[in-house]
């Protein structure tokens, strides 16, 4: 039976995810918590997509007590709490000396520094990363969720389940009650193409992945709502009257409105 399998925040954009059993919602209908913090430059947010050396930090986060330990490569590690103010401050300059970047960290309990903020959250099937995973020699489907950082993995149903929601007449699903409507592919950056723990790129991992997606591409997706096919993994859209609500792990799926072959 389809059903919520895991849910995952990033708090502090381009590190390390945490699991939570259930979430709230954000008003913008993102889940609670997700990319809270974030680290800028002049340019707008500064992240994995600016720096591999994201990857060479391991960090957990306590979303009860806002309390965030970071260890570097060589096992250095801080511990702060970056809800204080002061705290934060103390946070940014460690940052500041590690990337060697002039860096402000910022914080946002509303909405978060999400890329697409009229978007709500990214959700991806567990079978999709299976899937992914044995596309490239050596990836563990446990890296490939690393890779991908979704917010919400769907089991019990087929890989690429997700791309149905996208397109012409595409239905909508509900998972405790939230109803998700599909907005847009998430097309990939660099990211994916990293080791998650060394940072190390896999070699052509782009053009892989492209050949491989276009060959297992499913019949019942709208291939005219996506750009290009370096894309993998739903942005979804909460409507407001629905972001009130909890999703929590367990709570079962139901696609709420039928595609066009009855799946």
């Known amino acids: 039976m389809p059903a919520v399998e895991r ?10 995810g945490i699991e939570l059993d259930e979430a709230g919602l954000t008003p913008g209908g993102t889940l609670a ?4 913090f974030a680290l ?45 103010r002061t705290d934060r401050n103390r946070a940014e300059a460690w940052f500041v000396d ?3 970047e002039p860096l402000e960290l910022r914080h946002d309990e509303s909405m978060g520094f999400v890329d697409r903020t009229t978007m709500g959250p990214s959700v991806v099937s567990t079978a999709t990363l299976e899937t992914v995973a044995g596309w490239f020699d050596g990836m563990t489907v446990d890296g490939a969720r690393r890779r991908l950082r979704a917010n919400v993995e769907i089991s019990g149903v087929p890989a690429f389940w997700e791309d149905r929601f996208v397109g012409e007449a595409a ?5 405790g009650g939230i109803r998700f409507e599909g907005v847009t592919p998430c097309g990939r950056c660099v990211v994916p193409s990293r080791d998650p723990d060394t940072g190390d790129p896999l070699p052509a991992f782009r053009e892989q992945f492209v050949r491989k997606r276009r060959e297992t591409f499913p019949e019942w997706a709208d291939e005219s709502a996506f750009d290009h096919y370096f894309s993998l993994m739903l942005i979804a859209r909460i409507p407001e009257q629905f972001r009130d609500g909890t999703l929590a792990v367990g709570d079962s799926v139901s696609v709420t409105a039928p595609a066009a072959d009855g799946k």
């Open 7 to 16: 849910l995952r925040i990033y708090p502090v954009k381009g590190l390390d």
């Open 33 to 36: 918590g997700d990319r809270e």
């Open 40 to 84: 800028f430059d002049g340019a707008g947010t500064f992240n994995a997509k600016q720096s591999s050396r994201f990857h060479e930090l391991s960090t957990t986060f306590d979303p009860g007590s806002g309390r965030f330990a970071v260890e570097t490569a060589d096992g250095t590690d801080e511990e702060f709490h970056l809800r204080e």
């Open 98 to 100: 590690f990337f060697e």
């Open 171 to 175: 239905p909508t699903f509900e998972a």
